[in-house]
């Protein structure tokens, strides 16, 4: 069995006396894509901010690669290779697309390597290449979720997570968004994936976790939460 990459044990994080995570347990190994589902609200967000550095909690314990990351800085843990998408995408709408990618690589040091890498991000996300010299500012959402992603893979992550990159996408572009979410797990990038279509996530997930108020309250195989009465009643509308 593949080696625990993240384990989340007992996390709990409160805004202003307000619980929003009230003590999850969650693991991923090595090469997993696993997601976490659940309403607005739920907790899921916080929990990829907390996981990242970008959120502190008060009791306890995130371990990335065997080691607590608790007090280091979201940018020191991006050179660990712990990488997230945001929700929203978070582009620099002011610089082209080619420079938004330069900037997923500021943390590497090794300049033929990293416009290999561009150019590599180019054959995923064609439609960037097209683009390259364009603001970022002036693409659609889907164009700019594209870049999200390929700016965060141009930090060579072991560990991506991704928080909604659906959300407000047309059919196609939703569609497009998850054949790379596939693509990037079989190329053995780990990937942690928040998601509100729960039905794609599914599909898409070797495991899952569902989130409700700040609680998990169920996990176990993908393929098989998609069949749980319980699910297909609450998140797959039916």
């Not at 625990?4 to 996390?11: A, F």
């Not at 141009?154 to 659906?166: A, C, F, G, R, Y």
């Not at 996408?169 to 729960?198: C, H, W, Y």
Request: charged content about 20%.
């Amino acid at each position: 069995m593949k080696n625990i990459m993240l384990k989340v044990s007992g996390l709990k994080v409160a805004y202003g006396g307000i619980h929003a995570i009230k003590g999850i347990d969650l693991e991923i190994r090595e090469g997993e894509l696993v997601t976490l589902i659940g309403a607005n609200g739920a907790g899921k967000t916080t929990a990829m901010k907390a996981i990242t550095g970008l959120q502190g909690w008060i009791a306890g314990d995130v371990q990335y690669m065997g080691e607590s990351t608790k007090g280091i800085e979201s940018h020191a843990l991006l050179k660990k290779g712990l990488a997230m998408v945001p929700e929203g995408r978070g582009v620099f709408a002011r610089m082209t697309i080619t420079e938004n990618l330069q900037m997923g690589a500021y943390t590497r040091n090794d300049n033929a390597q990293i416009q290999a890498d561009i150019e590599r991000m180019f054959g995923i996300f064609p439609r960037l290449k097209e683009r390259a010299n364009q603001l970022a500012g002036t693409m659609s959402g889907g164009e700019q979720q594209m870049l999200a992603m390929a700016r965060a893979l141009m930090s060579q992550p072991k560990l991506l997570l991704l928080d909604e990159p659906s959300m407000g996408l047309s059919p196609l572009m939703v569609a497009k968004v998850f054949e790379v979410v596939r693509d990037i797990s079989a190329q053995g990038v780990t990937v942690l994936l928040v998601e509100q279509n729960a039905r794609l996530a599914l599909q898409a997930a070797d495991r899952a976790y569902v989130m409700d108020s700040g609680l998990i309250t169920m996990s176990g195989d993908a393929k098989q939460m998609l069949d749980d009465p319980k699910v297909r009643a609450a998140y797959l509308g039916e």
